[in-house]
């Protein structure tokens, strides 16, 4: 094994929709969670401006809340039943206080909100927590009141409510502060100052699926599965209660929020359609509809100026006053909610490609669409719609199936796209598989449908030929449930100059011997189409009439993946079922050699002769077919602490500089990303000591590392340190002149003053 040093990276992704966003006192930013940090966003670019790192073995973040005595601490309530104290440094700094353990053994927190010491009776800072024993498969939740200081219990009620978002709340603070919590059809209320309960109970088709409190009066809110949302007025007194009632949804209420001034509160679910309803006027209502996905969390700024909307495809939408999009907060888009299938309950069905025109990661993006990621920017670029269609919310009584992408391939120079799209149906119901092939157009700089067709047998997989012809011959393959076709594109009109090309069908494979078809691939040179038929593989040379030129067998196990060598390993063909890995010399036609682990997943880069095996444990071997040696492994990838995180898809992605031949090491060519089942895109790294030395100093010299935050500790840096002497080595870490271009680049809210940087700006234009 080599003795480089590897590391993992997060480069996008994670859930920032876990929890409702909370706005800034001043309403200019957004925190939210995403796995154990915490994310600010500006409110008006939706752009991140800081990211505060916390500490993994906490758990993610549940929720977030200022403390009630100092809105300049943060808290966040974290899985394994930690809160950790935040303090605001500026706007886009912060640092730990201290972090505070709850009295909770065993248990998983579901959510938590502070209470200030003046609304309830034990005159401390608390904190209200619904919490579930770990080791149970019971999903109803306790709730609890704790210490804010200490983490001891101060209440805990009796009752077990149902384990839904937004199943309790708490308000009446400028009346009798109350807590209300729901469970099936029934409503518990407790008066915070004495804790004593009364109940509300609907009728029994009826259950509630969101409590939320009047910020300031005894009016308490709920949202049923019915759709209706009822305001009960003077809550706490049985006897004066009376209701109101407002329908507009049809499918069952996923939030409910008032605003801080209680005349109007917002409400949203799976129609995909944000309204704001009017307390005074049951019939006036204002909608925002064709939301991107189902809403989730609803949350609004304190002057009620503006209103965060987090919806099911992991983005946060910035909706102002008077229902209008300001502004759209989108991490790695989720695209898999629109299907219930089985084979759409896997995250990102259409598996992952690579782009190399653009440099982006290609997977599923929007319902019906897919996204493409840029490598270089580390962001999302853009989506592209394939299936065309409007997408179809679900009903009540019935669903609503909607077409999405099941599978994607991108020839090697990015000329074509080929994707299949499948619409999930019932037992009575069987729609065609629809293949569709794409060709790049230059003019409008994006994909253009070039050929649609439609497959009775389902297309498990679909595979370019690797282009080796200058002219751009190309072909593509398909993979069905016992035969493959071949693919190829041909000349619609005998213009030389701009010739007009579509796809045909030119070939399908025969039966062989009733075994399944599980994978296939092409040679390096792309004259070789290797398939598995169960234990067997099949060699067929492209050119040749003959179906089947001659075939491999080794065992009974069926063969799951086939990866083609590549440069010096070209010849060798590894083949891998769920109990070991095959190599085969194509030329000779034997085994050379057999390796028992377990494989969950084959990836091959394209630049170099490396291979890397991902195993059911999360376990990664790096090799190359000709070496028996291993290059490099790392078991459980992922740590303790994170069981139930699993790799989806990995693919090796040519670097900007690569260059295609020996590398010394196995990331000189390509980086190895991997998707997790927790939607987030990681990646293998070389460590690089002097980068890493380089990045601790800045981070233990600097407030942040945005330009305008060099600039201000840089100046109080020479500010404090006018008697020391300075470093001579500060200055490389730093380039001013590079600085002060880049402020230029940043948004106008974090700007300085320009008149104040001309001097600098023109001083760096004359050193350039």
């Not at 009630?68 to 303090?87: E, R, T």
């Not at 009017?278 to 989730?296: K, Q």
Request: charged share 20%; aromatic share 10%; proline share 3%.
């Amino acid at each position: 094994m080599t003795s480089i040093t590897v590391e993992l990276t997060k480069v996008e992704g994670g859930n920032i929709v876990r929890h409702p966003p909370l706005f800034s006192i001043n309403g200019r930013f957004i925190y939210v969670g995403c796995g154990s940090d915490i994310n600010c966003f500006s409110v008006d670019s939706g752009k991140l401006v800081a990211n505060y790192i916390g500490d993994g073995n906490f758990g993610q973040i549940v929720n977030l809340c200022f403390h009630p005595s100092d809105d300049k601490v943060l808290i966040a309530i974290h899985l394994n039943g930690v809160i950790v104290f935040w303090k605001l440094i500026g706007t886009q700094a912060a640092k730990i206080l201290k972090h505070q353990e709850l009295d909770l053994k065993k248990c998983h927190i579901i959510n938590g909100k502070c209470l200030a010491k003046q609304h309830c009776s034990y005159n401390v800072d608390c904190i209200f927590v619904s919490y579930k024993l770990q080791a149970t498969d019971n999903d109803d939740i306790i709730i609890g009141l704790f210490s804010l200081e200490n983490g001891t219990v101060l209440h805990k009620f009796n009752e077990i409510f149902e384990n839904l978002p937004h199943i309790w709340s708490f308000g009446g603070f400028e009346e009798v502060p109350y807590f209300a919590a729901a469970n099936k059809n029934i409503i518990h209320i407790y008066d915070l100052l004495n804790y004593k309960k009364n109940k509300i109970r609907l009728g029994s088709d009826r259950t509630v699926t969101v409590v939320q409190c009047h910020p300031n009066c005894n009016i308490l809110s709920i949202g049923d599965n019915t759709g209706r949302i009822v305001l009960y007025y003077n809550v706490m007194h049985k006897s004066t209660r009376s209701q109101t009632v407002y329908h507009w949804h049809t499918l069952p209420v996923n939030d409910v929020v008032f605003t801080n001034s209680g005349n109007h509160f917002y409400s949203g679910g799976g129609e995909n359609v944000l309204v704001k309803w009017f307390v005074e006027n049951i019939e006036t209502r204002h909608f925002l509809p064709r939301l991107p996905a189902n809403i989730l969390h609803i949350s609004v700024t304190e002057d009620n100026q503006y209103i965060a909307v987090s919806t099911q495809d992991n983005g946060i939408l910035i909706v102002n006053s008077q229902n209008r999009i300001h502004s759209t907060i989108q991490k790695f888009t989720w695209g898999v909610h629109a299907s219930t299938e089985k084979e759409f309950e896997k995250g990102f069905p259409a598996g992952v490609a690579f782009d190399s025109r653009s440099r982006s990661l290609v997977t599923n993006g929007w319902p019906g669409h897919i996204q493409f990621f840029s490598l270089d920017q580390s962001q999302l670029s853009f989506n592209l719609d394939i299936v065309c269609q409007n997408y179809i919310t679900q009903t009540r009584d019935q669903s609503a199936f909607n077409a999405d992408v099941c599978l994607l391939a991108i020839s090697d120079d990015s000329t074509w796209l080929a994707t299949v799209e499948r619409r999930p149906t019932d037992e009575n119901f069987i729609a065609d598989d629809v293949l569709k092939f794409w060709s790049f157009n230059e003019k409008l700089q994006s994909y253009s449908l070039n050929t649609y067709t439609s497959s009775v047998d389902r297309i498990t997989k679909v595979l370019f030929r690797p282009s080796v012809d200058s002219d751009g011959l190309h072909m593509a393959a398909t993979l069905h449930e016992d035969v493959f076709k071949l693919w190829s594109p041909y000349n619609l009109s005998e213009n030389i100059k701009s010739p007009i090309k579509s796809w045909q069908h030119e070939y399908t494979s025969k039966h062989f011997h009733n075994q399944p078809l599980n994978a296939i691939s092409f040679s390096e040179d792309g004259c070789i189409l290797a398939a598995a038929f169960g234990p067997s593989i099949i060699l067929k040379v492209l050119d040749d009439s003959d179906d089947f030129k001659t075939s491999l067998t080794h065992g009974f196990d069926h063969i799951r993946l086939l990866q083609f060598g590549k440069n010096t390993s070209s010849w060798m063909l590894v083949a891998a079922s769920s109990m070991r890995l095959l190599i085969w010399n194509v030329l000779s036609e034997t085994l050379l050699t057999t390796i028992w682990v377990q494989v969950e997943r084959l990836i091959a880069d394209p630049m170099s002769e490396f291979m890397a095996v991902f195993t059911p444990n999360n376990d990664v071997f790096v090799f190359t077919p000709n070496d028996k040696n291993i290059i490099y492994k790392k078991e459980n990838i992922f740590g303790k602490n994170n069981k139930n995180t699993s790799i989806l898809w990995a693919i090796f992605a040519p670097n900007l500089d690569c260059h295609n031949g020996q590398s010394s090491s196995w990331l000189d060519n390509s980086t190895l990303y991997m998707l997790t089942n927790q939607q987030e895109l990681i990646k293998f790294n070389k460590t690089d000591t002097l980068q890493n030395m380089i990045e601790a100093f800045v981070d233990n010299s600097f407030t942040n590392l945005t330009p305008l935050g060099r600039i201000i500790s840089n100046n109080e840096i020479c500010h404090n340190t006018q008697t020391i002497k300075k470093l001579p080595e500060f200055e490389t870490f730093i380039d001013e002149d590079k600085s002060a271009f880049e402020i230029l680049e940043e948004p106008a809210y974090l700007m300085f003053p320009l008149e104040s940087q001309l001097e600098r700006i023109l001083l760096a234009c004359l050193k350039t």
